[in-house]
């Protein structure tokens, strides 16, 4: 069931213009999910014309998630633009007024806002209707705009509004369980499982891809946030504490189950307030609850909650108004900071929501038996010509070698992509003496400084790390105390600091760290005391902080032999900076070495809503000249990993980074022909992968597993890889599609070095998820949106300080 447009809207008097403004020019786009799927790359790219897939590795048989959806006719279906005469805004009023003229379109039609499609012709070009609201004609035009074939990326936007078309009888986009929530008194949560489907083309056709998804929902309303704030804060900055707990967060409204995300506060409505109807009429929220829901809002005494909403396809040409929200019936969802420091908590936490391959194939298995024996979604695609497989879709992937790990003067297999038990006592690649540095703790911190400092000069030496006594200091816990107490010993300037804090505040933690980033660059580490609580992991963990260290001093761990020679690897990715809201960060890394243990790091400070870089070309610039330092001639070619791509701006990526990309190297590098290689990167997908082993039953695919048939593009030369290893639950893949190749790598060329890629993170002694670029791009972007709010200095741009 949903809201009406009524409750969405405001009295205009009640608004403010500045965010009437704002609001409008937010208007979300009809179909930018599907805009994707009609930017042919692959066209430009001669080398792989004939075919994108490799032949390296293993060939292992796999199950996806996907089940196909197939057209059972070469019927075409009809697209028709639709004309109100006097217009109307209200969408659900457009859509209800289609509902009546059931004798000339039929049961079986699918509405967006703006066009209707039909399975037949309404017999002429162009046909009229008159219906009637409110007792006034209203003329509706049908124009026919075009035919469409059944696999036509223009149909795609269509299906999916079919397919969540009503919560009663279909799964939608995001559909909860509400008879498999499960509820944990204990720490006042529930737990929702649900589904997310989506009807997309691939190589095999059209395909339903669905995936099991849980909702953390906390047994509490934002209005028990705000009077447990109110009663703590004891008047002192109420409203600005409340705006940091409640602003970004997601809520859920249990009368409707929808979720929503906060994006501001009304602090002069309260639910008394009215608002005007589409009728005309104007009501209070307390009586519109009442009266459409059923439900009693009790407290008066509270602000409003805004949010900008998801608008459906059907309200596309809608006022984009906010909707206001009572903080008594939103529930709070996801966890809070204490919470995740709960490890017990998360551990229940984890066997409630994580489920392994065979639980969750066994899921959607389900799902798609109750879509088939239900009689009104068969229905529904018999009219669409369409019909939907019992059997979700297989297909062959291939795994590649194990990739060595070069460490020192000694070689390992990574095994289980893991390598952190091997490589411990072994030195390192490159080690950096450490002879003048500090260690700053608190009051009563001194023993565990002191045994951290001893622990850390017992690891190192194997490690190749020259470690000289650190000079401890204490300080009060506070910014200023540690900012103070590090001036007085900061000449001469010390290599690195180490914090050990009592808790992991955040706002000292921001404090340090924006002080030892932009006012006094040096390179640091923050330590939790209860990270060094048990004495048999003491060891490990000096082992981690020392190589942490080594790393933000120019050293390096281990490399991999990626095959290509005089080769730029860049990584590029966002972050929304959740402090400045009118900002978002982009970082910007490059390595600057042949081995990949040297890094450029620079980042581009934006407006919100930025997801593609305007300022590609001075971080190029700047990553070619420290290259050109090192190698006295630029870069062969230059590969570049972007991550952070929204749905539906695949072309204007093209058409702005690539293309800035492009017209600096012609420009700049016009005696040396730089190739140039551009790979977009998606982690959030939903696509999973699921391993055939009759005598085991389901697995996840061993990692390095490479697919690039069936579920991947004819336009597109993409693939996924499952880079990682896990113990528990089901493994993600990542997608990647490269856009851009005057390099002419083949399929297994690009395959190999991304999956290599993958080994050349710093931070974890194993193998992530996405190139190493990509994620050191999302550390730096991820450290200055969070903590920094603004650009590093420029003399720590050739160290990993945000590790």
Same mark, same amino acid.
């Given at each position: 069931m949903?809201?009406p447009?009524?409750?969405?809207?405001?009295a205009?008097?009640?608004?403010?213009?500045?965010?009437?403004?704002?609001?409008?020019?937010?208007?979300t786009?009809v179909?930018?999910?599907?805009r994707?799927?009609?930017?042919?790359?692959?066209?430009?790219?001669?080398?792989v014309r004939?075919s994108?897939?490799g032949?390296?590795?293993?060939?292992?048989?796999?199950?996806?998630?996907?089940?196909?959806?197939?057209s059972?006719?070469?019927?075409?279906?009809?697209?028709?633009?639709?004309i109100?005469?006097p217009?109307?805004?209200?969408?659900?009023?457009r859509?209800?007024?289609?509902?009546?003229?059931?004798k000339?379109?039929g049961?079986c039609?699918i509405?967006?806002g703006?066009?209707?499609?039909?399975p037949?012709?309404?017999?002429?070009?162009?046909?009229?209707a008159?219906?009637?609201v409110?007792?006034?004609?209203?003329?509706?035009?049908f124009?026919?705009?075009?035919e469409?074939?059944?696999t036509?990326?223009?149909?795609?936007?269509?299906?999916?509004?079919l397919?969540?078309k009503?919560?009663?009888?279909?799964l939608?986009a995001?559909?909860?369980?509400?008879?498999t929530?499960?509820?944990?008194l204990?720490?006042r949560l529930?737990i929702?499982?649900?589904?997310?489907t989506?009807?997309?083309p691939?190589?095999?056709?059209?395909?339903?891809c669905?995936?099991?998804?849980?909702?953390?929902l906390?047994?509490?309303?934002a209005?028990?946030l705000?009077?447990?704030?109110?009663?703590?804060?004891e008047?002192?900055?109420?409203?600005?504490?409340?705006?940091?707990?409640?602003?970004?967060?997601?809520?859920l409204?249990?009368?409707?189950?929808?979720t929503?995300?906060?994006?501001?506060?009304?602090?002069?409505?309260?639910?008394?307030s009215?608002?005007?109807?589409?009728?005309?009429?104007?009501?209070s929220?307390v009586?519109?609850?009442?009266e459409r829901?059923?439900?009693?809002v009790?407290?008066?005494?509270?602000?409003?909650l805004?949010?900008?909403?998801?608008w459906?396809?059907?309200?596309?040409?809608?006022?984009h108004?906010?909707?206001?929200l009572?903080?008594?019936?939103?529930?709070?969802t996801g966890?809070?900071?204490?919470m995740?420091?709960d490890?017990?908590?998360m551990?229940?936490l984890?066997n409630?929501?994580r489920?392994?391959?065979k639980e969750r194939?066994?899921?959607l298995?389900?799902?798609i038996?109750?879509l088939?024996?239900?009689?009104?979604?068969q229905?529904?695609?018999?009219?669409?010509?369409?019909?939907?497989?019992?059997?979700?879709?297989?297909?062959?992937?291939r795994?590649?070698?194990e990739?060595r790990?070069?460490?020192g003067?000694?070689?390992?297999?990574n095994?289980?992509?893991?390598w952190?038990k091997i490589t411990?006592d072994?030195?390192?690649?490159?080690a950096?003496?450490l002879?003048?540095?500090?260690i700053?703790?608190?009051?009563?911190?001194?023993?565990?400084?002191l045994t951290?400092?001893?622990n850390?000069?017992?690891v190192?030496?194997?490690?190749?790390i020259t470690?000289?006594?650190?000079k401890?200091?204490?300080?009060d816990?506070t910014?200023e105390s540690f900012i103070?107490?590090l001036e007085?010993?900061?000449?001469?300037k010390?290599?690195?600091?180490?914090?050990?804090?009592?808790?992991?505040?955040?706002?000292?933690?921001?404090g340090?760290?924006?002080?030892?980033c932009?006012y006094c660059?040096?390179p640091s580490?923050?330590?939790l005391?209860?990270?060094l609580?048990?004495?048999r992991t003491l060891?490990t963990i000096a082992t981690?902080i020392?190589q942490?260290?080594n790393?933000k001093?120019?050293g390096?761990?281990?490399t991999?032999?990626?095959?290509l020679?005089n080769?730029?690897?860049?990584?590029?990715?966002?972050?929304?900076d959740?402090?400045?809201?009118q900002?978002?960060v982009?970082?910007?890394?490059?390595s600057i070495?042949?081995?990949?243990t040297?890094?450029f790091?620079?980042?581009i400070?934006?407006?919100?809503?930025q997801?593609l870089v305007?300022?590609l070309?001075t971080?190029?610039h700047?990553?070619?000249?420290?290259?050109?330092?090192?190698?006295s001639?630029?870069?062969?070619s230059?590969?570049?990993?972007?991550?952070g791509?929204?749905?539906g701006?695949l072309?204007?990526?093209?058409?702005q980074?690539l293309k800035?990309?492009?017209?600096y190297l012609?420009?700049v590098?016009?005696?040396?022909?730089?190739?140039?290689?551009?790979?977009v990167v998606?982690?959030r997908?939903?696509?999973?992968?699921?391993?055939?082993?009759?005598?085991?039953g #389901? +697995?996840?695919?061993p !990692?390095?597993? *490479?697919?690039? $048939?069936?579920?991947?593009?004819?336009?597109?030369?993409d693939? =996924?890889?499952?880079?990682q290893?896990?113990?528990e639950?089901?493994?993600?893949?990542?997608?990647?599609?490269?856009?851009?190749? #005057? +390099?002419y790598?083949? !399929?297994?060329? *690009?395959?190999? $070095?991304?999956?290599?890629?993958c080994?050349?993170y710093y931070? =974890?002694?194993?193998?992530?998820?996405?190139?190493a670029?990509?994620?050191y791009?999302?550390k730096?972007?991820?450290?200055?949106?969070q903590?920094l709010?603004?650009?590093?200095?420029?003399s720590?741009?050739?160290?990993?300080?945000?590790?």
């Amino acid at each position: 069931m949903s809201q009406p447009s009524e409750e969405l809207q405001l009295a205009s008097r009640l608004q403010e213009s500045r965010l009437q403004e704002s609001w409008l020019r937010e208007r979300t786009d009809v179909g930018r999910n599907f805009r994707d799927f009609v930017v042919n790359t692959r066209q430009k790219l001669g080398h792989v014309r004939e075919s994108t897939k490799g032949i390296q590795g293993r060939p292992v048989e796999l199950f996806s998630n996907h089940v196909q959806l197939r057209s059972c006719s070469q019927r075409n279906l009809y697209k028709y633009n639709v004309i109100y005469t006097p217009g109307i805004e209200d969408g659900r009023k457009r859509e209800a007024l289609l509902s009546e003229l059931e004798k000339l379109l039929g049961k079986c039609h699918i509405y967006d806002g703006n066009y209707l499609l039909l399975p037949h012709p309404l017999g002429e070009m162009k046909k009229e209707a008159v219906s009637k609201v409110n007792d006034k004609p209203v003329k509706i035009t049908f124009e026919l705009s075009r035919e469409l074939q059944t696999t036509s990326p223009d149909c795609l936007r269509y299906y999916n509004i079919l397919f969540r078309k009503s919560s009663n009888t279909w799964l939608y986009a995001q559909s909860w369980d509400l008879d498999t929530h499960t509820s944990n008194l204990i720490y006042r949560l529930e737990i929702w499982c649900g589904y997310v489907t989506s009807v997309l083309p691939y190589e095999t056709g059209l395909t339903l891809c669905a995936d099991v998804i849980h909702k953390v929902l906390r047994m509490e309303t934002a209005y028990d946030l705000i009077s447990r704030i109110h009663e703590k804060a004891e008047g002192k900055d109420v409203k600005e504490k409340i705006f940091k707990k409640l602003v970004g967060s997601s809520v859920l409204t249990k009368y409707n189950n929808k979720t929503y995300r906060v994006d501001d506060i009304a602090w002069k409505m309260s639910p008394r307030s009215k608002f005007i109807k589409s009728d005309g009429s104007e009501i209070s929220f307390v009586d519109y609850y009442r009266e459409r829901y059923g439900t009693v809002v009790t407290t008066f005494n509270q602000p409003l909650l805004i949010t900008k909403g998801k608008w459906k396809k059907s309200l596309q040409d809608t006022l984009h108004q906010p909707i206001m929200l009572v903080p008594e019936l939103c529930h709070l969802t996801g966890l809070t900071d204490d919470m995740r420091k709960d490890y017990g908590m998360m551990r229940d936490l984890s066997n409630h929501m994580r489920m392994n391959p065979k639980e969750r194939q066994y899921k959607l298995l389900q799902l798609i038996d109750d879509l088939r024996r239900n009689k009104t979604v068969q229905k529904e695609l018999q009219d669409w010509n369409l019909e939907l497989k019992t059997k979700f879709l297989a297909l062959s992937g291939r795994t590649l070698r194990e990739v060595r790990i070069h460490q020192g003067r000694r070689m390992f297999d990574n095994h289980n992509a893991d390598w952190s038990k091997i490589t411990r006592d072994v030195p390192l690649l490159r080690a950096i003496s450490l002879d003048h540095w500090l260690i700053i703790y608190t009051k009563g911190d001194y023993g565990s400084a002191l045994t951290l400092h001893q622990n850390l000069q017992q690891v190192t030496p194997k490690m190749g790390i020259t470690l000289r006594n650190a000079k401890l200091l204490e300080a009060d816990n506070t910014v200023e105390s540690f900012i103070s107490t590090l001036e007085k010993h900061a000449s001469p300037k010390p290599q690195m600091v180490l914090f050990l804090l009592p808790t992991d505040n955040k706002e000292i933690y921001d404090g340090i760290k924006r002080h030892l980033c932009i006012y006094c660059p040096i390179p640091s580490q923050c330590v939790l005391r209860r990270t060094l609580g048990k004495p048999r992991t003491l060891l490990t963990i000096a082992t981690k902080i020392a190589q942490q260290m080594n790393c933000k001093l120019g050293g390096a761990l281990w490399t991999v032999d990626i095959g290509l020679q005089n080769a730029m690897f860049v990584g590029i990715d966002c972050f929304h900076d959740i402090v400045h809201q009118q900002k978002s960060v982009a970082g910007f890394v490059a390595s600057i070495d042949s081995d990949l243990t040297q890094w450029f790091s620079q980042c581009i400070v934006q407006q919100s809503g930025q997801e593609l870089v305007k300022g590609l070309t001075t971080c190029l610039h700047n990553a070619l000249k420290f290259w050109y330092e090192q190698h006295s001639s630029l870069p062969y070619s230059i590969i570049v990993y972007r991550d952070g791509v929204g749905d539906g701006q695949l072309q204007a990526l093209i058409d702005q980074e690539l293309k800035q990309m492009e017209s600096y190297l012609e420009d700049v590098c016009r005696g040396q022909n730089v190739r140039l290689t551009f790979i977009v990167v998606k982690k959030r997908i939903n696509t999973r992968f699921f391993l055939k082993k009759p005598e085991n039953g #389901t +697995l996840n695919p061993p !990692p390095g597993t *490479v697919i690039d $048939l069936e579920v991947t593009r004819t336009e597109w030369y993409d693939f =996924f890889i499952v880079s990682q290893f896990v113990k528990e639950g089901t493994v993600s893949p990542t997608h990647y599609n490269v856009i851009h190749d #005057t +390099l002419y790598l083949s !399929p297994d060329a *690009v395959q190999s $070095l991304t999956y290599k890629l993958c080994h050349m993170y710093y931070n =974890f002694s194993g193998v992530i998820r996405v190139p190493a670029p990509c994620h050191y791009a999302h550390k730096l972007a991820y450290l200055v949106g969070q903590s920094l709010h603004q650009e590093p200095h420029e003399s720590l741009s050739k160290h990993l300080f945000y590790l």
